[in-house]
């Protein structure tokens, strides 16, 4: 008996101790169901997304049990096995993901339906439980207040030096982030930290030439 003869009896046989009863497949849907469920529900209570997507949400709930029978039908036949190779091989996703915290969760119920069908139950519970405390603990730690983005509509251009010190009476840091300039009329978006966001909106609303301001959230990065 060569090498090949014995490596492929070994991998036989690997095959063929992992195959289970119906109850044992049963339990291991019912705990990818739970997870799945787990998942579904931190999902709808942690993100604060500006548009809510129940169908992804929905999604993730449901990849848990999809992949834990993938991972049943691996171990329980070689032709099956590299069937399944052969046809996620070709399946291509190209639906873009919005927001990083969407494609955590996505590999999330990915991971728990892979350890659920590999038999490693209390592992994907206690995973599930670590990766929850995480985003939790993370969402909520503040290093930096995120910078403010304010929106000016002016119709004198020469008008700019006088908001500018107006604005920096009222922020604690400010800069220029664009100008767009027309025949008539300055669009301009300052960045800028103020806790006075209010006082400096009222006061800029009065000045002469200037037809609209707004002051709005940054959702990017702050950096200290």
């Known amino acids: 008996m060569n090498f090949s003869d014995i490596f492929t009896k070994t991998f036989r046989e690997g095959f063929a101790g ?16 739970f997870v799945g469920g787990y998942i579904f529900l931190v999902y709808r209570f942690i993100t604060r997304q500006a548009f809510y997507s129940r169908h992804f949400n929905i999604s993730l709930a449901v990849l848990p049990v999809i992949v834990a029978a993938i991972i049943l039908a691996i171990q329980s036949s070689i032709v099956i096995s590299l069937g399944m190779v052969g046809a996620l091989s070709i399946v291509r996703f190209r639906t873009a993901v919005k927001d990083p915290i969407d494609l955590t969760f996505l590999f999330w119920s990915i991971s728990a339906g892979i350890l659920c069908g590999a038999g490693l139950g209390e592992m994907a519970v206690i ?5 929850t405390v995480m985003i939790v603990v993370l969402d909520n730690v503040r290093i930096a207040k995120a910078p403010l983005l304010l ?10 030096d006088e908001i500018l010190k107006i604005v ?3 922020c ?8 767009n300039l027309t025949k008539d009329r300055l669009h301009m978006i300052v960045e800028l930290r103020t806790d006075r966001g209010k006082e400096l909106v009222g006061k800029l609303a009065g000045q002469d030439g200037i037809f609209s301001v707004s002051l709005m959230e940054h959702d990017g990065e702050a950096v200290c």
């Open 151 to 160: 929106v000016i509509n002016m119709k004198e251009p020469d008008a700019e």
């Open 127 to 131: 995973v599930s439980l670590i990766i």
């Open 168 to 170: 920096t009476e009222y």
């Open 18 to 33: 992992a195959e289970l009863g119906f109850l044992e497949m049963m339990l291991v849907y019912a705990l990818a169901v």
């Open 172 to 179: 604690k840091y400010s800069r220029v982030k664009s100008r």
